[in-house]
């Protein structure tokens, strides 16, 4: 499966941003899908996740309340709803993809980077004060 973020941008402390990762390939809905963050520096960092079956969503502490991760299986697309943007969000945002779990239904997500097996490019997000 290919990825491609779409999205970023440069707001200001308190905005919002969506972010997109469409995905190629018709085996799009058996994939957990997750997005990822790093900036010069730092590892990488997990955001949120969602599983295959949608069942499951997990976010990181530093984002609970104020990101949303939703998947559309009949656009291909997972989607990052980042609200209440914080100057400490700034990053280059990453889609990534695993089969891991599929087809077994549950609510885990995967939240290591190693599990994930495809990759995006990253989009560049940018909050000022």
């Known amino acids: 499966v290919q990825l491609q973020a779409s999205g970023g941008g440069l707001v200001q402390a308190g905005g919002s941003l969506r972010l997109s990762c469409a995905a190629s390939?018709?085996?799009?809905?058996?994939?957990?899908m997750g997005w990822f963050r790093q900036v010069p520096g730092k590892e990488r960092e997990f955001v949120a996740g969602?599983?295959?079956?949608?069942?499951?969503?997990a976010y990181a502490d530093s984002v609970k309340g104020r990101f949303t991760i939703s998947r559309d299986n009949a656009k291909n697309t997972v989607y990052l709803q980042m609200n209440s943007l914080k100057t400490e969000d700034t990053a280059v945002y990453s889609c990534a993809a695993e089969r891991k779990q599929f087809p077994v239904t549950t609510n885990v997500v995967i939240t290591t980077a190693l599990e994930y097996n495809y990759w995006g490019q990253g989009t560049q997000v940018t909050v000022s004060s």
């Open positions: 390939g018709r085996t799009f809905s058996s994939y957990g």
């Open positions: 969602v599983n295959w079956s949608g069942v499951g969503t």
